[in-house]
């Protein structure tokens, strides 16, 4: 169960982080980017993005937090994994049969490979599915608060070499945006990314990130001509 009908501010209400999440989750069908749809029935899966402030004090609703203050939670993959080594994504996989739906492998999930506690997980949102051809996946991000933050790291370092929280400051900032190309199978795709500190955002992660800092109104200008080439 979600939070977003109950929640879902307006006008003058719109205060703080939190309800800017809510308010851009209630128009999710307008800005959830689509990707290419395997020919094959896809596996369904989640991911959990999940904001919460940098200083790790509990928060409920938090009319005063703003983006300046908050964090999302990421992770780097495995490089030896067969789908998407190396990369920085969010916590998330496949749905198992113990799952009772999205939201719960989404949660299990993230538990598994951060070992954050879900209890102190506030769930926004399920937003729209988005289909990952190139793992043949079916993924619906499920959009978390972080009521009461807990103790993260790579649980298995196997598929997980890094769990770290990203200031949302750092990836708004102009300076860290750029356009990502890729060239496969004689093809170019280019794509909004981020570059922190070295780290680098990109694909399926950066595309859900900027839509949802475009929804929120959080973005800041930046430059889409500055082009970077990524790898796989």
């Given at each position: 169960m979600t939070d977003t009908a109950q929640n879902s501010p307006t006008g003058s209400t719109l205060l703080g982080a939190r309800a800017q999440l809510l308010s851009?989750?209630?128009?999710?069908?307008?800005?959830?980017?689509?990707?290419p749809m395997s020919a094959d029935a896809p596996h369904p899966a989640s991911v959990l993005i999940l904001f919460g402030r940098l200083d790790?004090?509990?928060?409920?609703?938090?009319?005063?937090?703003?983006?300046a203050d908050l964090d999302v939670l990421l992770q780097r993959r495995a490089a030896t994994l067969s789908s998407h080594p190396g990369q920085v994504s969010f916590p998330g996989?496949?749905?198992?049969?113990g799952d009772a739906d999205a939201v719960a492998t989404a949660?299990?999930?993230?538990?598994e490979?951060?070992?954050?506690?879900?209890?102190g997980v506030d769930v926004l949102a399920e937003l729209p599915e988005i289909p990952l051809a190139v793992s043949n996946f079916l993924v619906t991000p499920v959009l978390g608060w972080w009521r009461r933050p807990s103790r993260v790291a790579a649980v298995d370092h196997a598929e997980t070499v890094e769990v770290f929280r990203m200031p949302?400051?750092?990836?708004?900032d102009p300076a860290n945006r750029y356009t990502s190309v890729l060239e496969r199978d004689g093809m170019?795709?280019?794509?909004?990314?981020?570059?922190?500190d070295s780290t680098v955002v990109w694909?399926?992660?950066?595309?859900?990130?900027?839509?949802?800092?475009?929804?929120t109104g959080w973005a800041l200008p930046w430059d889409p001509s500055i082009e970077r080439p990524v790898t796989v």
């Open positions: 851009a989750a209630a128009r999710a069908e307008d800005w959830v980017p689509t990707f790790s004090i509990p928060a409920r609703t938090d009319e005063t937090t703003v983006a996989g496949g749905r198992e049969q949660l299990r999930e993230a538990q490979e951060t070992g954050l506690e879900p209890t949302v400051a750092q990836l708004l170019t795709y280019r794509a909004p990314a981020f570059e922190v694909g399926f992660t950066a595309g859900i990130l900027n839509a949802l800092f475009d929804a």
